[in-house]
């Protein structure tokens, strides 16, 4: 080991968790150093706004808006890109690689969208890319899914990954208010962002479940390959509903293994109120993978936010500091292609939950059973609510035995073409 | 890397464990050959029960009952311990390392009392010594712990880490049973064995701390240093009190900073009902960690079980299979110094809840809070059942505010010599 002499550390971008980061390398050298077996030195920051540098204690001169000085630099052995976003981070990140840079990111755009073509280029140039942050956060998934779980053949992912849609649904279910309402408080505490699109519409979950079911699956799954859907249409009195049946609703993004095929999908879920994943509130994530071997484990933690972020991008860089160290590479961890093929959404198999506003008159469950019966689709179960008189509408709500996703989305163009219902006011799948 | 050679395996013990890692080597070689980089080939088997071959599908003449054509057997690049208990363990993982085998283990005593000494070897040796199996079963915590949370000030531990008495407590909260009753159903269903007493006295659990906590702590804590105390003392009636006062009783293994020192120490413990470690039933695992960046991580899964075990046995071959064949070894993990020490449980302060049996007479109460303030413990909340008519006793249940182990211990003593004392039935720690 090269005791004593230092590491220098290229850091892009310094926003929230960027400082984070910034704050923990320059709050405990010493630490990291005995961890690391080197001094991680901070030698430049690629940052617009230098009046940064006071509240961090940063070096001015550290500051620079030239990519140049940070992959130009020699004395810089490690790049932490945490500029997030797409645009220019890959670039960026590519050409740090090209460059000889060992680079750790929490990007999970960028890792989601390029990882293939980033890995190879770090394999070929003999340098590590190293990636924890970019799922769960502070959680260890990446490392256990390549590395400690390697004897496992991966059966199935059920995740939460995305802390600002279970937050705003725990809010919902405990409270009884409606996803706007949710929302807003969620943005008040600066649990959502002004513009909450990514979160609430499944796309942020779908990037992260991208990565793991690439890694889980031996296959390249694209974020595109991924189906999302989101949490707005989601309301109170669906919550109340799932709770009468004994169902929690949360945002699940799940990889599921049938046959040759891989299910990839990011939406709401009825899960029965039991299971672990039920009981996860607030802004935590938690990661569910089943293996053949080991059966159910279950990751739970932190996932975003400065601090929790921090530790794995600065584990990321002690991992690669004492590869330096040994002269070592961590190895390549390129998908094996095993073959399997993202299953189209049409053809995904589960079971539903249906609401809809019906005619308050008999028979009408009849003609509603024989839609759903020419389409294969059986009922498990029904509630009906008392109608409202004034409207002379009733709620229906319909648990389906599974059934295919195209069978049930054609049902329900049917379903609502009778005459006697009003409008199919939300239909939730659901996984027991 | 070597692709398409072989890695040779010896294999000791062909118990409920080995005889799962067995099935897992011969029956899917052609993954582990994908990921380990070579095919995985058992050579020998240690193992005197020969009629073991049939069902397993293994050659008769693998077996062999001397230690030395394993350890003297070129052919033989990794042994596999699962023997289990101290000796001959012990002896054989070191000789193996001595004459350059590299070791995969799943013996907890065996680690936790001699990791140093046999890492020391291995280092010298230049082999892997990997023992992901020995806490947790497949449950990844060794190398997330070592590797993973790296860049974390490990402040807490809250385990549990033992299946059986898990299962025991489960049942005894679900159907109100005593410990005599649940533990008879436990060895029934398999779940406890003949000779119980390791798991329910928690020595099981504290060899497992021992490990997680030297790790966590950077400072080698041995299992007789770990404070630990069973669950047989407790009684359907203490869950009664717990769930009335919004807690669950769970065998938890406690390791925690406090300023220089390090609490270590496992027995049964109130933890609020919400808290997810409540929530963890059956033989279930579950280990919550807590670091100063990450904030709270919980890893959960089956503890124990041939396949669960299996999983991280035949990762950790897995690994040291692709060092060979990168020509690389894995760094030593020896504990460094940081200069903690565990803590006297004397010096434990933590919060209490008491049971005990009472006259049925004023001012019982007044006595026996005099002699705990006595002893500067404060209490927090009491429940005083109506009295047994009968006995002319009523049951008390006191919950104190934090106080030292020592003080109570003394308080406890002076308070059932008080001539309305008719008996301490129980006092159990509290953990918020």
Known sequence: MADGESIGIGLMGLGVIGSGVAKVLLGKPETLAREAGSRLVLKRVLERDVSKHGALGIERSLFTTEFNDIVGNPE??????????????????????????????????????????????????????????????????????????????????????????????????????????????????????????????????????????????????????????????????????????????????????????????????????????????????????????????????????PSATSSAVVSDVIKIAQHINRGTVSPARLPRESGLKVKPMSEVETRYYMRMNVADRAGVLAQISKVLGDHNISISAVIQKESDPATQTAEIVIMTHPAKEEAVRLALKETERLAVVREINNFVRVEA
């Not at 807003?184 to 992260?208: F, M, N, R």
């Not at 891989?262 to 939406?267: G, L, S, T």
């Not at 299971?275 to 159910?296: Q, T």
Request: hydrophobic share 40%; net charge negative.
């Open 76 to 305: 810089i052995d490690i790049v932490i890109e945490l500029i997030g976003g797409e645009h220019p981070a890959f670039e960026y990140i590519l050409e740090c690689l090209k460059r000889g840079k060992h680079v750790v990111t929490a990007n999970k755009e960028v890792m989601s969208k390029h990882w293939t073509e980033l890995q190879t280029v770090a394999d070929r140039h003999k340098v590590s890319l190293r990636y924890e942050a970019s799922v769960g956060g502070g959680i260890p998934l990446i490392a256990p899914f390549q590395e400690d779980l390697v004897a496992n053949e991966v059966r199935a992912i059920y995740a939460i990954l995305n802390g600002t849609t279970n937050y705003i649904l725990t809010r919902m279910a405990k409270e009884g208010i409606d996803f706007s309402v949710a929302l807003k408080k969620a943005q008040e505490l600066g649990y959502a962002e002004a513009d909450p699109s990514k979160d609430i519409e499944g796309v942020d979950a779908a990037y992260k479940l991208a990565i793991l079911s690439t890694i889980a699956f031996s296959t390249e799954i694209k974020p595109e390959q991924v189906y999302h859907e989101g949490i707005s249409r989601l309301q109170a009195r669906d919550f109340r509903y799932a709770h009468e049946l004994g169902y929690a609703i949360k945002l699940l993004a799940i990889a599921k293994r049938t046959g040759q095929h891989v299910e990839a999908r990011v939406h709401p879920v009825f899960i029965p109120e039991e299971s672990l994943l039920a009981k996860v509130d607030g802004v935590y994530n938690a990661i569910n993978v089943e293996g053949d071997l080991v059966g159910n484990v279950i990751f739970y933690g932190q996932g975003a936010g």
